[in-house]
């Protein structure tokens, strides 16, 4: 008779799950402990009174955070629009061509912001402004977050775009030019429609770390250009009260949000 | 007559190849806008870091080599002797260990948590991938308020603990190096599970039934087998790791409170309060040329191999 061996799930590994459980917990326990605080009505941070609004409250009629709020939505949506505007130009540029000499080196810049240590770009970008400000007397005010913001949101707009090119059918462009339509119809009709799920994403992208940028913002903001994690980094130094957690669940909800959307929007193409 | 339909093709032909090489000039506005705002600022840091340093922050333009000595040693003001002061590398040194203790925790937590997805029925799994990705886009500065409001000597953990009356004095965990290292695990794990999830979710799960068929024990199937199989993946992710954890800024700047240093927070400090522009664009720099050696490495070791990720 064949031997025979307990029957084991070949997939399993002991101890695998509760590992997974613990990353859970590590990665979620201090989110929802910020978020379910926010709800507290007592004025310390973290000893519970009972649920409210109020701090949500306070946090909508403080004028700091309505100019924060402001700020970072000006120079997200634009930082958002320009790069995401430029990305889809430059996915085009670099799928839809035969290879060419240098190709290599424009996808190398395109990705240099993720490579280079954000604390770098920083204050790169902070004696950028400076040089410019002393030699030539160009101040752009909150312009210079939204460059330095554009710069960092190219390749992260660009990233599920050019993902969407190149699982496109490329017959179908080829069957719009056997059609005689010349390449601009071609494009704004056929490639430009099944490209929109890329550049909705790659957007969401591009906006949510924009939203969320505070080290680069923080080096090369000037006074009064302050955006909401500037704002929460500016109550943290002060003696805190929970609206610093009303207005940091806002925020997490905000990228919460985006990247839920993001994810839904890629998965649905498959 | 007949010729036509063929010189109409080859007319067409001619037109998708120049409008193919039209369509590379779409990639310059990109190109443009980073290599201006981008990358000459890397070259302004580059020229600064051998300048010497304005009374006032800024920089003086004339040459000089100060910013580089500095870095090792330090110049007595009246004698000009030079001496060895370790303190910025041991913060070089500070940095490296915990980026590499960050690595190492990240993958023992992070590889049976890529593996338990990996082994998850298909629709599972892309729930998994969005609970993963979600901490991965949330803002750091705000998640790692989070972990402060938890470890602080008021916090949650202290405040139940003292309600249990098991401890009567709060245990100090803020502004440790111990809360350096929690900060940057839990910044950092997403990167790490997401490469190694990819890597996984591709193993070909015939061989570890192979493998067991053949009286391995889980051990070896997990050691013989699919480690080597994801080993990418592995490399990947310990980089996706390393390399920013080497640079963090906001969580030694909450979680260390200015005692704890690492290089990200020294840069910062020699544009702010230290005012030594030409000193912060050398530690930038050497922090890069940190980086980009190990890109380096890593891209001499996967390309030409065939992957599996």
Same mark, same amino acid.
């Given at each position: 008779?064949?031997?025979?061996r307990?029957?084991?799930?070949?997939k399993?590994?002991?101890?695998?799950?509760?590992m997974a459980?613990?990353?859970?917990?590590?990665?979620?326990?201090p989110?929802?402990?910020?978020?379910?605080?926010?709800l507290?009505?007592?004025k310390i941070v973290m000893?519970w009174e009972?649920?409210?609004l109020?701090w949500y409250?306070?946090?909508?009629?403080?004028?700091d955070f309505?100019?924060?709020?402001?700020?970072?939505?000006i120079i997200?949506?634009?930082?958002?629009?320009?790069?995401?505007?430029?990305?889809?130009?430059?996915a085009?540029?670099?799928?839809?061509?035969?290879?060419?000499?240098g190709?290599?080196?424009?996808?190398?810049?395109?990705?240099?912001p993720?490579?280079?240590?954000?604390?770098v770009?920083?204050?790169?970008t902070?004696?950028?402004?400076a040089?410019i400000?002393?030699?030539?007397?160009?101040?752009?005010?909150?312009g210079?977050l939204?460059?330095?913001?554009t710069?960092?949101?190219?390749?992260?707009?660009?990233?599920?775009?050019?993902?969407r090119?190149?699982?496109m059918?490329?017959?179908?462009d080829?069957?719009?030019?056997d059609?005689?339509?010349?390449?601009?119809?071609?494009?704004?009709?056929i490639?430009l429609?099944?490209?929109?799920?890329?550049?909705?994403?790659?957007?969401?992208?591009?906006?949510?770390?924009s939203?969320?940028?505070f080290?680069?913002t923080?080096?090369?903001a000037?006074?009064g250009?302050?955006?909401?994690?500037?704002?929460?980094?500016?109550?943290?130094?002060r003696?805190?009260t929970?609206e610093?957690?009303?207005?940091?669940?806002?925020?997490?909800?905000?990228s919460?949000?985006?990247?839920?959307?993001s994810?839904?929007?890629?998965?649905?193409?498959? | 007559?007949v010729?036509l339909?063929?010189?109409?093709?080859?007319?067409?032909a001619?037109?998708r190849?120049?409008?193919?090489?039209?369509?590379?000039?779409?990639?310059?506005p990109? +190109?443009?806008?980073?290599a !201006?705002?981008?990358?000459?600022?890397l070259l302004? @840091?580059?020229?600064? *870091?051998? #300048?010497? &340093?304005?009374?006032?922050?800024?920089?003086?333009?004339?040459?000089?080599?100060?910013?580089y000595v500095?870095f090792?040693?330090?110049?007595? +003001?009246?004698?000009?002797a !030079?001496?060895?002061a370790p303190?910025?590398?041991? @913060?070089?040194?500070? *940095?490296? #260990?915990? &980026?590499l203790?960050?690595?190492?925790?990240?993958?023992?937590?992070g590889?049976?948590?890529?593996?338990f997805?990996?082994?998850?029925p298909?629709?599972?799994?892309?729930w998994?991938v969005?609970?993963?990705?979600?901490?991965?886009w949330?803002?750091?500065?705000?998640?790692?308020?989070?972990?402060?409001f938890?470890?602080?000597d008021?916090?949650?953990?202290?405040?139940?603990l003292?309600r249990l009356h098991?401890?009567?004095?709060?245990?100090?965990?803020?502004y440790?190096?111990?809360?350096?290292e929690?900060?940057?695990l839990?910044?950092?794990l997403?990167?790490?599970?997401?490469?190694l999830?990819?890597?996984l979710?591709k193993?070909d799960?015939?061989?570890?039934e192979?493998?067991y068929?053949?009286?391995a024990?889980?051990?070896r199937?997990?050691?013989?087998?699919?480690?080597?199989?994801?080993?990418?993946?592995?490399?990947?992710?310990c980089?996706?790791?390393?390399i920013?954890?080497?640079?963090?800024?906001?969580?030694p700047?909450i979680?260390?409170?200015g005692?704890?240093?690492?290089?990200?927070?020294?840069?910062?400090q020699?544009?702010?309060?230290?005012?030594?522009?030409?000193?912060?664009?050398?530690?930038?720099?050497?922090l890069?040329?940190?980086?980009?050696?190990a890109?380096?490495?890593?891209?001499?070791n996967?390309?030409?191999?065939?992957?599996?990720?």
């Amino acid at each position: 008779m064949a031997r025979t061996r307990p029957p084991v799930d070949t997939k399993q590994q002991p101890g695998f799950a509760t590992m997974a459980a613990i990353c859970l917990v590590l990665l979620y326990g201090p989110i929802l402990v910020l978020m379910v605080f926010s709800l507290n009505s007592g004025k310390i941070v973290m000893h519970w009174e009972g649920v409210s609004l109020h701090w949500y409250a306070v946090a909508f009629q403080d004028a700091d955070f309505h100019s924060a709020a402001k700020n970072t939505m000006i120079i997200a949506v634009t930082a958002t629009v320009v790069s995401t505007a430029a990305a889809t130009l430059a996915a085009i540029g670099m799928t839809r061509v035969r290879p060419w000499k240098g190709l290599t080196a424009a996808f190398m810049v395109i990705n240099l912001p993720l490579m280079v240590p954000e604390i770098v770009t920083a204050v790169a970008t902070l004696s950028f402004f400076a040089l410019i400000a002393g030699a030539f007397g160009i101040n752009l005010g909150i312009g210079n977050l939204i460059i330095a913001h554009t710069v960092f949101c190219i390749p992260f707009a660009y990233m599920p775009i050019r993902a969407r090119l190149e699982d496109m059918d490329l017959t179908l462009d080829h069957a719009a030019a056997d059609l005689y339509a010349p390449p601009w119809k071609t494009f704004r009709r056929i490639t430009l429609p099944l490209l929109v799920p890329g550049i909705m994403s790659g957007a969401a992208l591009a906006f949510i770390v924009s939203f969320d940028d505070f080290t680069i913002t923080q080096l090369v903001a000037g006074p009064g250009q302050t955006t909401l994690p500037l704002f929460i980094w500016n109550q943290i130094r002060r003696p805190m009260t929970p609206e610093v957690n009303a207005i940091s669940t806002i925020l997490l909800s905000v990228s919460i949000l985006l990247v839920a959307v993001s994810f839904l929007i890629t998965r649905r193409r498959r | 007559m007949v010729d036509l339909p063929v010189q109409a093709g080859s007319l067409e032909a001619e037109a998708r190849k120049d409008a193919a090489r039209r369509n590379r000039l779409l990639s310059s506005p990109a +190109i443009l806008i980073i290599a !201006l705002f981008g990358i000459v600022p890397l070259l302004i @840091i580059l020229v600064y *870091s051998f #300048l010497e &340093a304005g009374p006032y922050g800024g920089v003086v333009w004339h040459f000089s080599t100060d910013a580089y000595v500095n870095f090792l040693f330090q110049q007595d +003001i009246f004698s000009g002797a !030079l001496t060895f002061a370790p303190a910025f590398l041991l @913060i070089y040194l500070r *940095s490296v #260990l915990f &980026a590499l203790a960050t690595t190492v925790v990240c993958l023992i937590l992070g590889f049976p948590t890529a593996y338990f997805m990996a082994t998850r029925p298909q629709h599972q799994r892309n729930w998994w991938v969005l609970l993963i990705t979600i901490p991965f886009w949330s803002n750091l500065l705000v998640r790692t308020l989070a972990v402060m409001f938890i470890i602080r000597d008021e916090g949650l953990i202290n405040d139940i603990l003292m309600r249990l009356h098991l401890i009567s004095r709060p245990i100090t965990m803020l502004y440790t190096n111990f809360a350096i290292e929690l900060g940057l695990l839990y910044a950092f794990l997403p990167f790490m599970v997401l490469p190694l999830y990819a890597s996984l979710e591709k193993l070909d799960f015939r061989l570890v039934e192979a493998a067991y068929d053949l009286y391995a024990t889980r051990w070896r199937v997990l050691w013989r087998v699919v480690i080597p199989a994801s080993l990418p993946g592995i490399v990947a992710g310990c980089l996706l790791v390393f390399i920013p954890a080497l640079g963090a800024y906001v969580t030694p700047l909450i979680l260390g409170g200015g005692k704890h240093m690492m290089i990200g927070n020294l840069i910062a400090q020699q544009f702010g309060s230290g005012r030594n522009w030409p000193l912060g664009s050398s530690q930038a720099l050497i922090l890069m040329a940190a980086v980009l050696i190990a890109l380096f490495a890593y891209v001499r070791n996967t390309t030409g191999k065939p992957t599996n990720g």
